[in-house]
């Protein structure tokens, strides 16, 4: 006979897998990539005062495609 001591709480169903790969590294920088050239390539559909609504110029695009995580408008008022 046994006897249970304690309940385990178990995840959820859905948490994701912990197996390390050495493909995952490079699998989400290129993911991240993706969504920076996405980005890039929406921005440069923008006209110029589609832009400048946002408070960037064209000169800015590349740097905030690669860096999307900090608003350009801080940088503007930084300087």
Not at 27 to 42: S, V
Request: charged share 25%.
């Amino acid at each position: 006979m046994s006897t249970i001591h304690g309940i385990t709480e178990l995840g959820p169903a859905t948490a994701k897998r912990q197996v390390y790969s050495p493909f995952e590294n490079y699998w989400n920088a290129f993911l991240e990539w993706r969504k920076g050239d996405r980005l890039r390539t929406q921005l440069c559909h923008l006209t110029d005062s589609e832009l400048a609504d946002i408070g960037i110029t064209r000169g800015d695009i590349d740097y905030v495609a690669s860096h999307r995580d900090i608003d350009p408008r801080s940088i503007l008022s930084a300087s």
